[in-house]
């Protein structure tokens, strides 16, 4: 016979010979019920009673949380099962949970009635769960049910835990199954920051996964004591170069936050999270949002050919007494120069004054080693009220949809930079981009032959902005890309 099983028995037989000598007659049935109570209270790990010694006797205490779990079971926070055993891996109901955090804040576990539907006035947790609610560390469901037999997760832990050790401090905190907004967030952002948990080492928190003894033992014990507790590490999802001269480092993700510092240009940085246009980051001791305009993904390979459209003899559109092969020109020289800050190492069609056949420009991107083919133009029509800007590229072939969406990504960038008529993204078979091998764009700056668009081609500030305009469309795109 077990020793559980004899302890058992020797009550019951006791409980019957102290009837018997009082002269009682209380009935079998009430012996048994009674007996049957103590063994089941034994069993309930949260409030078995401890012993002096227990926590050196439990068996299966995980050895790198031993110090954790040793210091709840020596304070009467948590015990082991009867077979002395811990059972670090069984998963923690919502009573469980609830009678383990006022265990260890010290609430009056007195059992009593519940404002819970779903709990009896006579469940081991009743007394905690209802202490737990009036300090409003515990809410239920809005069917007035509290299901206390449900496991709880690792999402539902941190709010608990948030809540029970009035955990307020948030700080920069990321996850990558964890959005950086909502409640949720707020709560998990709380108990990492104190110290409480830090994630698993690929970067996730996983908080839909429910929460098991030994994790919930080692918050809770963390929670209790500031010696136990952790320092979060961010986990990086990447590096980027830094392109422009001089980055601002700020404290939060948008201009309105306070300047902390700066990146120098070709820096390579660590990056976490994105928030919008703003990325956070680390140099060195450094850590804090910059804007990814500003930021290149590294790569063995980005070379790109920029082809600023006709030449020489061939002028192309003329209109306000402007010549398209000058303003293609000066747009694609000023992207050159925006590229190679950017890392991306650049092949020109031409640089002067030139003409080059359309196949021989295919001919010096391919020669070039090129991954990406983009060739400038100015638009033109007989109807002087046509106006704005468009992109072009061919459906030719398996590049296909890399080259849609290079001119998705310029289109996008450059008729807002610009402000000029979006006329949006287009399939055409245009020589230089149907018979590319390459993904490969052609881009319409502006109407020449429009007096508001072409007075912008004029101008050498439009001019700047349609090159940084199309050079954050092609980071864009190499950004999609990888």
């Given at each position: 016979?077990?020793?559980?099983?004899?302890?058992?028995?020797?009550?019951?037989?006791?409980?019957?010979?102290?009837?018997?000598?009082?002269?009682?007659?209380?009935?079998?049935?009430?012996?048994?019920?009674?007996?049957?109570?103590?063994?089941?209270?034994?069993?309930?790990?949260?409030?078995?009673?401890?012993?002096?010694?227990?926590?050196?006797?439990?068996?299966?205490?995980?050895?790198?949380?031993?110090?954790?779990?040793?210091?709840?079971?020596?304070?009467?926070?948590?015990?082991?099962?009867?077979?002395?055993?811990?059972?670090?891996s069984v998963e923690v109901t919502r009573e469980e949970a609830a009678t383990m955090i006022g265990r260890a804040l010290g609430l009056n576990g007195t059992q009593r009635a519940v404002s819970f539907s779903d709990v009896k006035k006579d469940s081991y947790a009743s007394g905690y769960i209802q202490?737990?609610?009036?300090?409003?560390?515990?809410?239920?469901?809005?069917?007035?049910?509290?299901?206390?037999?449900?496991?709880?997760?690792?999402?539902?832990?941190?709010?608990?835990?948030?809540?029970?050790?009035?955990?307020?401090?948030?700080?920069?905190?990321?996850?990558?199954?964890?959005?950086?907004?909502?409640?949720?967030?707020?709560?998990?952002?709380?108990?990492?920051?104190?110290?409480?948990?830090?994630?698993?080492?690929?970067?996730?928190?996983?908080?839909?996964?429910?929460?098991?003894?030994?994790?919930?033992?080692?918050?809770?014990?963390?929670?209790?004591?500031?010696?136990?507790?952790?320092?979060?590490?961010?986990?990086?999802?990447?590096?980027?170069?830094?392109?422009?001269?001089?980055?601002?480092?700020?404290?939060?993700?948008?201009?309105?936050?306070?300047?902390?510092?700066?990146?120098?240009?070709?820096?390579?940085?660590?990056?976490?999270?994105?928030?919008?246009?703003?990325?956070?980051?680390?140099?060195?001791?450094?850590k804090g949002y910059v804007h990814r305009d500003y930021l290149a993904i590294p790569s063995n390979k980005k070379i790109i050919a920029i082809d600023p459209g006709h030449g020489g003899s061939d002028p192309g559109a003329v209109g306000f007494g402007l010549k398209e092969k000058d303003v293609t020109?000066?747009?694609?020289?000023?992207?050159?120069?925006?590229?190679?800050?950017?890392?991306?190492?650049?092949?020109?069609?031409?640089?002067?004054?030139?003409?080059?056949?359309?196949?021989?420009?295919?001919?010096?991107?391919?020669?070039?080693?090129?991954?990406?083919?983009?060739?400038?133009?100015?638009?033109?029509?007989?109807?002087?009220?046509?106006?704005?800007?468009?992109?072009?590229?061919?459906?030719?072939?398996?590049?296909?949809?890399?080259?849609?969406?290079?001119?998705?990504?310029?289109?996008?960038?450059?008729?807002?930079?610009?402000?000029?008529?979006?006329?949006?993204?287009?399939?055409?078979?245009?020589?230089?981009?149907?018979?590319?091998?390459?993904?490969?764009?052609?881009?319409?700056?502006?109407?020449?032959?429009?007096?508001?668009?072409?007075?912008?081609?004029?101008?050498?500030?439009?001019?700047?902005?349609?090159?940084?305009?199309?050079?954050?469309?092609?980071?864009?795109?190499?950004?999609?890309?990888?």
């Amino acid at each position: 016979m077990k020793k559980v099983d004899k302890i058992f028995f020797a009550l019951c037989y006791n409980m019957t010979r102290i009837n018997k000598i009082g002269g009682k007659r209380t009935t079998m049935f009430k012996r048994l019920l009674y007996c049957f109570s103590i063994l089941a209270v034994a069993f309930v790990f949260v409030i078995t009673p401890n012993q002096k010694g227990l926590a050196a006797a439990l068996k299966d205490i995980p050895a790198k949380y031993a110090t954790e779990i040793n210091y709840l079971i020596d304070r009467k926070v948590i015990t082991g099962y009867p077979d002395g055993t811990f059972r670090p891996s069984v998963e923690v109901t919502r009573e469980e949970a609830a009678t383990m955090i006022g265990r260890a804040l010290g609430l009056n576990g007195t059992q009593r009635a519940v404002s819970f539907s779903d709990v009896k006035k006579d469940s081991y947790a009743s007394g905690y769960i209802q202490s737990a609610v009036d300090r409003g560390i515990i809410t239920g469901y809005d069917d007035g049910t509290f299901r206390p037999k449900e496991k709880i997760t690792r999402g539902e832990m941190a709010y608990l835990l948030k809540r029970a050790f009035s955990l307020s401090k948030t700080s920069n905190i990321f996850f990558s199954d964890v959005p950086t907004s909502g409640t949720q967030y707020t709560a998990i952002n709380a108990i990492v920051t104190a110290g409480l948990a830090n994630g698993y080492p690929d970067g996730s928190f996983k908080p839909k996964a429910p929460i098991i003894r030994s994790e919930f033992s080692l918050l809770v014990a963390r929670g209790l004591n500031t010696s136990f507790r952790v320092t979060y590490e961010a986990k990086s999802v990447g590096n980027r170069i830094v392109t422009a001269t001089s980055l601002n480092v700020r404290s939060g993700p948008g201009t309105q936050y306070a300047t902390i510092g700066s990146y120098k240009q070709g820096t390579t940085i660590a990056i976490y999270q994105t928030i919008g246009d703003w990325v956070y980051s680390s140099y060195g001791s450094l850590k804090g949002y910059v804007h990814r305009d500003y930021l290149a993904i590294p790569s063995n390979k980005k070379i790109i050919a920029i082809d600023p459209g006709h030449g020489g003899s061939d002028p192309g559109a003329v209109g306000f007494g402007l010549k398209e092969k000058d303003v293609t020109l000066s747009v694609s020289l000023k992207l050159k120069k925006l590229l190679e800050q950017k890392g991306v190492q650049v092949v020109m069609t031409r640089t002067t004054d030139t003409y080059v056949s359309l196949d021989k420009r295919v001919e010096i991107g391919v020669n070039g080693n090129a991954d990406t083919f983009v060739s400038i133009h100015a638009n033109a029509s007989v109807y002087d009220s046509a106006n704005g800007t468009e992109t072009y590229y061919s459906t030719a072939g398996t590049r296909s949809e890399s080259s849609k969406q290079l001119a998705t990504f310029i289109q996008n960038r450059l008729y807002k930079a610009i402000g000029t008529n979006n006329r949006g993204v287009k399939n055409a078979d245009f020589r230089v981009i149907y018979t590319n091998p390459l993904p490969a764009t052609l881009v319409e700056l502006g109407f020449i032959t429009n007096k508001t668009d072409s007075a912008k081609l004029a101008s050498d500030t439009y001019r700047n902005k349609m090159a940084e305009a199309i050079a954050l469309g092609i980071v864009d795109y190499y950004n999609w890309k990888n």
